[in-house]
């Protein structure tokens, strides 16, 4: 029974708990388009593929509010991702740069798509004759000793 009452007063409190909404005031409508395009853009490093104005970690309400800082500030949009991308690294971009580390991401898809197109060009054609195991050579035999056997009984019976 008193699980029953605890269950009940915890669904009750639980009830009235609502989520807290940021709301953000901007001078211009450009700010706005700028910090909702901006928070698409930028992924959310604990979230991992999910950006930071669908996130709802703590590190991306800290990220959604900088980006509100550095917009009002009247920081652009490559100046804010430049800053995020200092700090967080090039992760929280989803469209990183080209870098020498970053492209191996990009040659070795296509590398191994060319290595095995030049593997299936170069491969011998199966020789059918040659695939015919030991096993199956005997049988054959057996079958043609059979046959003449058969036949040499009918050349007799008539």
């Keep these: 029974m008193k699980i029953i009452i605890a269950t009940m007063l915890a669904l009750i409190i ?10 953000y005031a901007f001078e211009t409508d450009q ?15 604990m979230c991992q593929n999910q950006n930071i104005a669908d996130s709802d970690a703590m590190i991306a309400h800290d990220m959604r509010r900088k980006v509100y800082q550095l917009i009002t500030q009247g920081n652009n949009h490559d ?3 430049d800053f995020m991308k200092q700090r967080y690294g090039d992760f929280v971009h989803y469209q990183p740069p080209v870098t020498n580390t970053t492209i191996w991401l990009w040659i070795l898809p296509f590398s191994v798509l ?27 035999i057996d079958q043609d000793a059979l046959i003449a056997k058969a036949e040499a009984m009918l050349e007799k019976d008539k």
């Design 14 to 23: 639980s009830t009235s708990v609502m989520a807290t909404q940021e709301n």
């Design 79 to 81: 100046q804010v991702i």
């Design 31 to 45: 700010q706005r388009v700028d910090f909702k395009r901006l928070t698409a853009e930028l992924r959310c490093p």
């Design 114 to 140: 060319l290595l095995g197109g030049w593997i299936l060009v170069r491969r011998k054609p199966i020789d059918i004759n040659n695939s015919v195991s030991d096993t199956d050579k005997v049988h054959a």
